[in-house]
Nanobody
């Protein structure tokens, strides 16, 4: 069973930085990409960033480019999100996401972590 465990969330002042980590465990046939989404109460979950697991190609929400950086460690099955110049509007629960095939004949499947709270105070 695939498990995604996030860590690194917390309380930080505006302008500060945090680094989120997401460690994946459990067997899949192939990982296509991993990434981060975030959600605030009453709003839909929104895309933050993703990274292609084989090529390392990254993709970001336009509004976050330049402040957030996603990276990966394939050997550790871990994805990171470095968040700089944090703003109060970045406050949210951040969820780790993995898109993978469970077997050679199956389509891509979404896997989610339980989330980690990031709170940015003004």
């Amino acid at each position: 069973q695939v498990q995604l465990v996030e860590s690194g969330g917390g309380l930080v002042q505006a302008g500060g930085s945090l680094r989120l980590s997401c460690a994946a465990s459990g067997r899949t046939f192939s990982t296509l990409n991993m990434g981060w989404f975030r959600q605030t109460p009453g709003k839909e979950r929104e895309f933050v960033a993703s990274i292609n697991w084989s090529s390392g190609t990254t993709n970001y929400a336009d509004s976050l480019k330049g402040r957030f950086t996603i990276s990966r460690d394939n050997a550790k099955n871990t994805v990171y999100l470095q968040m700089n110049s944090l703003k109060p509007e970045d406050t949210a629960v951040y969820y780790c996401h993995k898109l993978a095939r469970s077997a050679w004949h199956t389509g891509p499947q979404d896997y989610w972590g339980k989330g980690t709270q990031v709170t940015v105070s003004s």
